[in-house]
């Protein structure tokens, strides 16, 4: 035994001598073996096109070597099991902005399995020879600059378990083909022209874990939902909803998204058969009814907001840490109650402000550069869904939407920020997958100058891309907004600066998703509104005019004016008599002047 350890070293070396020879003298290790010639060729024509030359000359063998810069966004994967040559079967091409065309050799590589050329800047339509591919289970085409209709041809894609196609431009129907793909799990189509409404047969869609559908032109009604016994999220975003809701059978239901659409129905009858979920998102519809106390628990994140025929108490719930419910409809938490009562905050704030400033995200900050300036902290962690009230300075923030595959505090770290002279306050930033607003109450009415700050802390490298929508009081003032091609690069600060006139004592601002921009770099919920800090402050050129409040009507209140109306009265017939009786000896004296003028 101890002589054979030697003579193993010697043969383990012989083969390590052969196998640097081999590669010195250009040859392939052993273990690779040849790509199919047709699938070759197609592969080299397609980098080529793409001009990742330096990949193309490693396509002969499988598995294809990569030259190390492209590694990260290349991916080539071979099926070589069934013996002989190996087949081209993954194709993962993603984050190159100079790639603007999907050639047609692609199609030629008809064992496909996987494609995803996500986060790229491809353009044009989607050329017909997709149904090419009739092996794709997964087609992932989103975040490019693709327009036109989809092709016909994606109903021959019978094995696709998963297609991505949002963050383009196509437009036309949703197509009706999709209803063919029984063996979808995961369908996500937003943030496109696409028209409803949503066909009634997608019903079939037995093997559903996951469908995403949102930003669709038209109306729909909600009758397409199946016996999807597998969905855990369900998201239909601003879909032009319509008409009532049925609750269906969905057990593993853990996500649901109505947001933004004009459903109506009883509001107890949809939430109590998903009050296992963990995420229920039904703010902006027409739902009645009262909030069923069962369905307000801490492991659920609840937004009932902007639903105005919906009505609950969140009495025992302010101030509770673990709360997750966010409705303006409540009776008796004074301050968001003004979010909705005509003229309640003249009545009850004593001291109208002019200015004030948030560091959003953030802890409490005092500059004194170049003006004194306060900015409040607002570093509450909101969840999935809820709302902070500053009983101080009288300001709410309110969150509602978590991505449904990461958690996420709202909360996001960043640091070595250029551009501003104020580098502590964009330490810290407050972000959402969906919808932060910010109300500040009490407000003198009058002209101000609102100032939003910000900062890419999150999407620093990559092909990731932040874009979201901002309204004040109710207007768009941005649509698509980037703030990395604000500020021409991450880290950099920037800001926005609008006018806006306040009439009735509430500053509203609102930024939201509107379903654009990347999904998941650099993690899973790395999109939506971000903002550093806001400051809002009146406008000199129009000093604040504070409207006074109207006087109480009680029993006293009204015997007093009835007093002063009699008063009133009683003045006028004074009044009334006087002018009669001075006009009557005017004419008198006139009458005897006459008469003794005629007798001379």
Same mark, same amino acid.
């Given at each position: 035994?101890?002589?054979?350890?030697?003579?193993?070293?010697?043969?383990?070396?012989?083969?390590?001598?052969?196998?640097?020879?081999?590669?010195?003298?250009?040859?392939?290790?052993?273990?690779?073996?040849?790509?199919?010639?047709?699938?070759?060729?197609?592969?080299?024509?397609? $980098?080529?096109?793409?001009?990742?030359?330096?990949?193309?000359?490693?396509?002969?063998?499988?598995?294809?070597?990569?030259?190390?810069?492209?590694?990260?966004?290349?991916?080539?994967?071979?099926?070589?099991?069934?013996?002989?040559?190996?087949?081209?079967?993954?194709?993962?091409?993603?984050? &190159?902005?100079?790639?603007?065309?999907?050639?047609?050799?692609?199609?030629?590589?008809?064992?496909?399995?996987?494609?995803?050329?996500?986060?790229?800047?491809?353009?044009?339509?989607?050329?017909?020879?997709?149904?090419?591919?009739?092996?794709?289970?997964?087609?992932?085409?989103?975040?490019?600059?693709?327009?036109?209709?989809?092709?016909?041809?994606?109903?021959?894609?019978?094995?696709?378990?998963?297609?991505?196609?949002?963050?383009? &431009?196509?437009?036309?129907?949703?197509?009706?083909?999709?209803?063919?793909?029984?063996?979808? *799990?995961?369908?996500?189509?937003?943030?496109?022209?696409?028209?409803?409404?949503?066909?009634?047969?997608?019903?079939?869609?037995?093997?559903?874990?996951?469908?995403?559908?949102?930003?669709?032109?038209?109306?729909?009604?909600?009758?397409?939902?199946?016996?999807?016994?597998?969905?855990?999220?369900?998201?239909?975003?601003? +879909?032009?909803?319509?008409?009532?809701?049925?609750?269906?059978?969905?057990?593993?239901?853990?996500?649901?998204?109505?947001?933004?659409?004009?459903?109506?129905?009883?509001?107890?009858?949809?939430?109590?058969?998903?009050?296992?979920?963990?995420?229920?998102?039904?703010?902006?519809?027409? $739902?009645?009814?009262?909030?069923?106390?069962?369905?307000?628990?801490?492991?659920?994140?609840?937004?009932?907001?902007?639903?105005?025929?919906?009505?609950?108490?969140?009495?025992?719930?302010?101030?509770?840490?673990?709360?997750? $419910?966010?409705?303006?409809? +409540?009776?008796?938490?004074?301050?968001?109650? +003004?979010?909705?009562?005509?003229?309640?905050?003249?009545?009850?704030?004593?001291?109208?402000?002019?200015?004030?400033?948030?560091?959003?995200?953030?802890?409490?900050?005092?500059?004194?550069?170049?003006?004194? *300036?306060?900015?409040?902290?607002?570093?509450?962690?909101?969840?999935?869904?809820?709302?902070?009230?500053?009983?101080?300075?009288?300001?709410?923030?309110?969150?509602?939407?978590?991505?449904?595959?990461?958690?996420?505090?709202?909360?996001?770290?960043?640091?070595?920020?250029?551009?501003?002279?104020?580098?502590?306050?964009?330490?810290?930033?407050?972000?959402?997958?969906?919808?932060?607003?910010?109300?500040?109450?009490?407000?003198?009415?009058?002209? &101000?100058?609102?100032?939003?700050?910000?900062?890419?802390?999150?999407?620093?490298?990559?092909?990731?891309?932040?874009?979201?929508?901002?309204?004040?009081?109710?207007?768009?003032?941005?649509?698509?907004?980037?703030?990395?091609?604000?500020?021409?690069?991450?880290?950099?600060?920037?800001?926005?600066?609008?006018?806006?006139?306040?009439?009735?004592?509430?500053?509203?601002?609102?930024?939201?998703?509107?379903?654009?921009?990347?999904?998941?770099?650099?993690?899973?919920?790395?999109?939506?509104?971000?903002?550093?800090?806001?400051?809002?402050?009146?406008?000199?050129?129009?000093?604040?005019?504070?409207?006074?409040?109207?006087?109480?009507?009680?029993?006293?209140?009204?015997?007093?004016?009835?007093?002063?109306?009699?008063?009133?009265?009683?003045?006028?017939?004074?009044?009334?008599?006087?002018?009669?009786?001075?006009?009557?000896?005017?004419?008198?004296?006139?009458?005897?002047?006459?008469?003794?003028?005629?007798?001379?």
């Amino acid at each position: 035994m101890a002589r054979s350890a030697p003579a193993v070293a010697a043969v383990f070396l012989l083969v390590l001598a052969l196998l640097t020879l081999g590669t010195a003298q250009g040859q392939q290790p052993p273990f690779g073996q040849p790509t199919n010639a047709a699938d070759a060729v197609a592969l080299r024509a397609v $980098f080529q096109r793409w001009r990742l030359g330096g990949n193309a000359a490693g396509v002969d063998q499988c598995p294809v070597v990569l030259a190390e810069s492209f590694a990260m966004n290349v991916f080539v994967g071979c099926d070589c099991s069934r013996g002989g040559e190996c087949r081209i079967t993954d194709l993962n091409v993603t984050g &190159y902005k100079n790639i603007t065309e999907i050639p047609r050799e692609l199609f030629n590589l008809t064992e496909l399995v996987s494609l995803d050329l996500s986060n790229n800047n491809l353009s044009g339509s989607i050329p017909p020879e997709v149904g090419n591919l009739s092996k794709l289970e997964i087609w992932h085409f989103n975040n490019n600059n693709l327009s036109g209709s989809f092709p016909h041809e994606l109903s021959l894609l019978r094995n696709l378990q998963s297609l991505w196609m949002f963050d383009n &431009y196509i437009e036309g129907p949703i197509p009706e083909s999709i209803q063919n793909l029984t063996n979808l *799990t995961d369908l996500r189509i937003y943030g496109m022209k696409l028209q409803g409404p949503i066909p009634k047969k997608f019903s079939t869609l037995s093997n559903l874990e996951v469908l995403m559908l949102g930003d669709l032109e038209g109306n729909s009604s909600f009758n397409f939902i199946g016996e999807w016994r597998n969905l855990s999220a369900l998201s239909l975003r601003n +879909c032009g909803l319509t008409g009532q809701v049925t609750p269906q059978n969905l057990p593993k239901l853990k996500y649901l998204d109505l947001t933004r659409n004009n459903l109506s129905s009883s509001i107890e009858g949809l939430l109590l058969p998903y009050k296992n979920s963990n995420y229920i998102y039904v703010g902006e519809n027409n $739902f009645s009814g009262r909030l069923p106390p069962e369905i307000i628990q801490p492991s659920l994140a609840l937004d009932v907001s902007y639903n105005p025929f919906v009505y609950g108490n969140l009495s025992n719930l302010v101030g509770q840490p673990m709360y997750k $419910f966010l409705s303006f409809s +409540c009776e008796n938490v004074t301050i968001l109650n +003004c979010l909705r009562m005509k003229e309640c905050n003249r009545r009850t704030l004593t001291n109208s402000a002019t200015s004030f400033a948030i560091n959003c995200g953030g802890r409490q900050i005092d500059y004194s550069d170049p003006m004194p *300036t306060v900015f409040s902290e607002d570093s509450t962690d909101l969840g999935g869904a809820g709302f902070h009230i500053n009983t101080t300075s009288h300001w709410v923030v309110s969150h509602a939407g978590s991505d449904p595959f990461n958690k996420s505090t709202g909360i996001v770290n960043g640091s070595n920020i250029s551009g501003t002279n104020m580098p502590e306050l964009f330490k810290t930033a407050r972000t959402s997958t969906s919808s932060l607003r910010y109300y500040v109450l009490g407000l003198a009415n009058g002209n &101000y100058t609102v100032k939003l700050f910000f900062a890419e802390i999150v999407i620093t490298d990559g092909p990731g891309q932040r874009l979201f929508d901002i309204d004040i009081q109710d207007k768009n003032i941005r649509k698509d907004f980037d703030i990395t091609k604000e500020a021409q690069g991450p880290r950099i600060a920037t800001n926005i600066t609008h006018d806006v006139i306040v009439d009735n004592s509430i500053l509203v601002i609102h930024l939201y998703w509107s379903g654009r921009g990347t999904c998941c770099i650099p993690y899973k919920g790395a999109y939506g509104p971000l903002v550093k800090c806001l400051i809002f402050s009146v406008t000199r050129s129009q000093e604040p005019k504070i409207s006074p409040p109207q006087a109480p009507h009680s029993d006293s209140a009204r015997q007093d004016e009835k007093r002063r109306g009699v008063i009133a009265g009683i003045a006028a017939l004074c009044i009334a008599a006087a002018v009669i009786s001075s006009s009557i000896v005017y004419l008198w004296w006139k009458w005897v002047s006459l008469v003794k003028r005629s007798m001379a």
